[in-house]
């Protein structure tokens, strides 16, 4: 744990770096009770920093230095300085060798950061700053090496050795050791080292590129998950094609391998050649992992594949360019996937989870721009709002430039920049140098943090034929107190007849009408467009495909909303109109229920879902989307002061209405889709996807009616179903009903046939966290002492602790202030091993702000306590005194 103040850094502060590391010769020696490494760095002085030759400063932390040669000279104690964070040394010559030897611990590392174990395996995670932990080094994005790495181990217990690039040699060594020496041809910054040394199994595939390369594709896990490597290793040779295809990207080595990891802090890492993933994100198939488990697979293996040129080949010059590799490369896997899926669909979960989160940490403490301009930790910064609005802001780039633009735009980025550290104005310049367009203003969206609010109103002039909209946009104070500028706001739009047929769009100064689907810039604070030949009244379908990543409002009412849900051409706002209707029911049952009135659905919500439901021309993902209520997490965040016990009552008192009213309706497609899943063998793909989505919803909501057939259908699918995906929903509809004796069977059966199954029972534990029946925290602190639960396991945390704190509002904002207290005692605990995974889970406190006053004193006092509570980690240090600031 650190003993210097955390500091704040700034982009302001930017200097390039005063070395170079042209090559980097690591050696790594693994023991079980320390390892020893030792790195030979060949350096010179930056040219571009010019003459004189100041102190080098490495960057090292918790490292046993043994030994330090400079310009082939030994040096003693004297010849430099060693601090908690550096060694300073003072070079002679403008270039020189650096040879350092140090012990390390990964066999204690629990921070997961930097070399440690998993299991059995060795592994590292660099990105952001945890190359420091392994050596010394200059351990900044634009310091790019080439690297040659020699790991030797034991042969029994680690008879597989892995790192960055091609194997070139190996051999065994004394004492039943043995060695492999791996070399990387591509510079690269020290974030995207990675080595694994364990017994390891893998699936071996290979790849033609477009070039008729062969490349060796190997993905290694431990023994007992070998038959769950398929679906992973179809999606990477997907993701290939499909980057050569859209982007021209050809992959550059002959190998290209995935390690599947137990214990790994997010999701994956895509050091060069070499990914490393959580096991959660590689291995899948049917009986153990759901259809969201697949697509989520398929979603990383593709984003940490695609970082090859987005990241790897092209990299970021510093932390505060982050955006620049992970919101490219979530736009990019988002192309994938509405590609390999329903594109449709895809969207519109995409918006759902930015408009409930995103939005949520953008009106926040911690709210940064995608480009933060200060930071004190930035491991706190691989946040919704870099890696999602980042890909929003990407996206936008898209649709003003088209697909062809774009794609010269990311050729021209690729070509220019290949094998150098750049900024996002670098990008932004290849984007505009190839479309000859002045991006100058749409910039701001890399500056201004907050969610911009685009308010819209009418007017129709029957007499002049003309239709106006008129924009009003603004952006909320954040904590950067950056003066708000106008933003571009590319807002694709339609019109629509009283029939619902589109209209043709023709701009006042216009010659002609230009297509029914159009894409306007609000540019301007205030901005009026006006169609003219508009024959009639329309009906505005705005913001199509959400093309902004901004809070749109126009004074829709609920007939409106109802009509473009059948008749928008736009899927994506079909369903938006739904979700915008449901959330006027549902607020104004909030309203009386705070009123204490009695409940009262309105009834056309009731009939609009009807018509949804017995719709059998649509995609049945869509109706599966569409029959989804906007959760209680989006409701708190459209409210000023969310009420939490009001928004549950009243979102469950609509589902409850709603099944009953509906019930013939779901009964029919639940039984028809039953039976299609119990004919049909399990298949991960869009069409089987969208028939078990709309069965799983319709169970739940019919389980609400507590009816004798229903308990039976779900006791059926829990029993017999061959996937996750029917098994899961059939435990959860059981968890949260009132028929504890046939629940608490379901639980004991499921825990009794995977409790070795680390990953399913993540589940088990997520899906009970997740019950808003009452006593939440009581099951939670009582799964924390199953042996399953770990809470030196990062999925188990997330699993248990996540689930509840995140997505039971219920249950963890219970009135008495113990979710938050449990909470709070959780992050003290989880800082004093584990920083990153604490800051993290400290997430919902930081939304204090959102709740009635007595809530917010005791989510304050729980801050508070936490920052009295002793030695804080920068990460969690970080996260309270930017919340209690
Ligand atoms: N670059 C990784 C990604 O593709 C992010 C990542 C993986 C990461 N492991 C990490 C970031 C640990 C910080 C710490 O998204
Ligand atoms: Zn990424």
Not at 162 to 185: F, K
Not at 295 to 318: K, L, M, P
């Amino acid at each position: 744990m650190r003993t210097e103040q955390p500091k704040m850094i700034y982009l302001k502060d930017y200097q390039a770096p005063e070395y170079l590391i042209d090559e980097t010769h690591l050696t790594f020696e693994l023991f079980e009770d320390h390892s020893l490494v030792h790195a030979q760095l060949v350096m010179r002085r930056n040219p571009a920093r010019g003459a004189g030759l100041p102190p080098l400063v490495l960057d090292g932390q918790q490292l046993e230095l043994l030994a330090v040669t400079l310009a082939d000279k030994e040096l003693s104690a004297d010849d430099y300085q060693l601090s908690e964070n550096h060694l300073t040394l003072q070079p002679t010559s403008e270039t020189f060798t650096v040879d350092t030897s140090v012990k390390i611990h990964p066999e204690t590392n629990t921070a997961l950061e930097g070399l440690y174990k998993s299991g059995t395996m060795f592994c590292t995670q660099c990105e952001a700053e945890g190359f420091r932990k392994i050596t010394y080094y200059l351990d900044r994005p634009d310091v790019m090496s080439k690297f040659t790495t020699t790991v030797v181990a034991e042969q029994h217990s680690y008879p597989v050795l892995l790192s960055n690039g091609n194997p070139i040699a190996s051999g065994p060594g004394e004492d039943g050791r043995h060695w492999a020496t791996w070399e990387d041809p591509f510079m690269k910054p020290a974030y995207l080292f990675a080595l694994v040394a364990g017994d390891l199994w893998c699936v071996e595939d290979t790849f033609t590129t477009m070039t008729e390369r062969t490349v060796a594709l190997r993905i290694y896990v431990e023994p007992e998950n070998i038959d769950k490597c398929q679906h992973a290793m179809n999606s990477l040779k997907k993701s290939m094609r499909w980057d050569e295809e859209v982007y021209g990207r050809e992959y550059d080595l002959d190998i290209f391998m995935i390690v599947a990891v137990n214990d790994f802090n997010m999701g994956a890492m895509e050091n060069k050649g070499l990914n490393i993933f959580n096991s959660s994100a590689v291995l899948a198939r049917a009986e153990t992992a759901t259809d969201a488990a697949h697509q989520r697979v398929e979603a990383i293996v593709a984003h940490e594949y695609f970082h090859n040129w987005s990241g790897n080949r092209v990299t970021c010059r510093d932390w505060f360019q982050l955006s620049l590799k992970e919101g490219f490369t979530v736009f990019r896997d988002s192309g994938f996937s509405a590609d390999m899926n329903s594109a449709t669909v895809k969207r519109i979960q995409d918006v759902a989870y930015l408009r409930t989160h995103q939005f949520a940490e953008d009106a926040g403490p911690m709210a940064h721009a995608v480009r933060p301009d200060s930071f004190i930790e930035i491991s706190n910064f691989y946040t919704l709002t870099v890696y999602e609005k980042g890909s929003e802001v990407v996206g936008m780039i898209h649709t003003l430039l088209g697909a062809v633009g774009f794609r010269k735009g990311s050729d021209l980025y690729f070509d220019r920049h290949d094998g150098q550290a750049v900024t996002c104005d670098d990008f932004i310049k290849a984007m505009e140098d190839a479309n000859g367009v002045d991006l100058t203003q749409f910039k701001r969206w890399y500056s201004q943090a907050g969610t911009p609010r685009l308010a819209v109103s009418e007017s129709y002039d029957a007499a002049a034929k003309t239709y106006s909209l008129t924009f009003r946009q603004s952006c909320p104070e954040t904590p950067d107190k950056v003066e708000k500028l106008p933003f571009v706001i590319p807002v694709e739009l339609g019109l629509l007849d009283s029939k619902g047929n589109e209209i043709a769009l023709r701009l006042a100064g216009e010659a002609s009408a230009q297509g029914t689907t159009r894409v306007i810039s609000v540019t301007e604070a205030e901005q009026t467009f006006t169609f003219v030949d508009i024959s009639e009244q329309p009906l505005p379908s705005l913001l199509r495909g959400f093309s902004a990543p901004v809070k749109l409002s126009f004074p829709y009412n609920r007939d409106q909303l109802m009509f473009l849900m059948q008749h928008d051409s736009d899927g994506f706002n079909r369903w938006d109109a739904g979700q915008q209707l449901s959330v006027q029911v549902l607020q104004e049952l909030i309203a009386q229920q705070q009123k204490g009135e009695s409940l009262v659905l309105d009834p056309r919500l009731v009939s609009a879902l009807r018509t949804v439901l017995s719709d059998e021309s649509l995609d049945q993902a869509m109706v599966a989307e569409m029959l989804s209520l906007p959760g209680e997490a989006y409701l708190t965040e459209i409210s000023e002061v969310a009420d939490v016990d009001a928004i549950h009552i009243a979102r469950e008192f609509a589902r409850k209405q709603l099944a009953d009213n509906l019930f013939e309706g779901l009964w029919l497609r639940y039984q028809a889709n039953r039976d299609l899943s119990k004919k049909t063998p399990y298949v991960a793909e869009a069409e089987h996807f969208a028939r078990r989505a709309l069965q799983n919803i319709a169970l739940s909501y019919l389980m609400l009616s507590g009816k004798p057939e229903v308990l039976a259908a779900a006791l059926e699918q829990f029993d017999t179903s061959d996937n996750m995906t029917e098994r899961l929903t059939a435990l959860a509809v059981l968890v949260n009903s009132p028929f504890d004796e046939q629940k608490d069977q379901a639980l004991a059966s499921f825990a009794e046939q995977f409790k070795d199954n680390p990953l399913v029972m993540d589940q088990w534990f997520s899906v009970q966290a997740g019950s808003t029946l009452p006593g939440g925290l009581e099951r939670v602190k009582a799964l924390m002492q199953h042996p399953a639960f770990n809470i030196k396991n990062p999925n188990k945390v997330r699993a248990l602790v996540g689930a509840f704190a995140g997505q039971n509002l219920i249950n963890f904002h219970a009135a008495d202030g113990s979710g938050y207290r449990f909470l709070a005692d959780l992050v003290i605990e989880l800082n004093g091993f584990n920083p990153q995974i604490a800051s993290r889970q400290l997430a919902p406190l930081t939304r204090w702000r959102k709740y009635d006053s007595a809530r917010q004193a005791l989510m304050k006092g729980e801050l508070e306590r936490i920052r009295a509570s002793g030695q804080l980690s920068s990460d969690v240090y970080e996260v309270v005194s930017k919340s209690l600031a």
